[in-house]
């Protein structure tokens, strides 16, 4: 019978452990990685960013980040406050302001009839993106 107990302990503390690291850690690495992703995008492509050069691409890889972002933070809603993660408004917001960002990438041009504003505004969505998200998108 002893034995059967320490079996069945064994198995609850495995299954219990999983439990904990599938729902409450893997949500928070897996947002982390994507402010990881999406830093590195900005910081790698700053250039292209800041001066509003059109590309289809570059479009798509901020759309493609900001809704990564607004997924998984859906996981973590509860979990956000106990790991000092950013609200769930913080982030909707900051999904906003890189939602504006590609489309402001697609309106601007590299030609001379460009906007002169336009980088000023994806500057000041990158601000926000990075106070709201809390990573680094800039050599600031």
């Known amino acids: 019978m002893t034995m059967f107990a ?10 219990l452990g999983q439990f904990v690291l599938k729902l409450v850690f ?3 690495v897996a947002f982390k990685e994507v402010q990881g992703e999406l830093s590195h995008l900005f910081l790698f492509h700053q ?7 059109r590309t289809q691409v570059l479009h798509d890889e901020v759309r493609r980040i900001s809704a990564q972002i607004l997924a998984k933070k859906e996981a973590y809603r509860l979990l956000s406050q106990l790991f000092g993660l950013p609200r769930e408004q913080t982030v909707i917001d900051a999904c906003r302001a890189l939602n504006r960002i ?3 990438l697609m309106e601007g041009s590299s030609d001379t009839g460009q906007k002169v504003d336009r980088p000023k505004e994806i ?5 926000e993106v990075e106070q709201k998200l809390r990573v680094r998108v800039s050599y600031k």
Do not use: D, H, W
């Open 6 to 15: 320490t079996i069945f302990a064994g198995v609850s503390v495995f299954v």
């Open 26 to 28: 893997e949500p928070i």
């Open 47 to 53: 250039a292209k960013i800041t001066n509003a050069y």
């Open 102 to 104: 590609a489309r402001l």
């Open 123 to 127: 500057c000041q969505a990158m601000t």
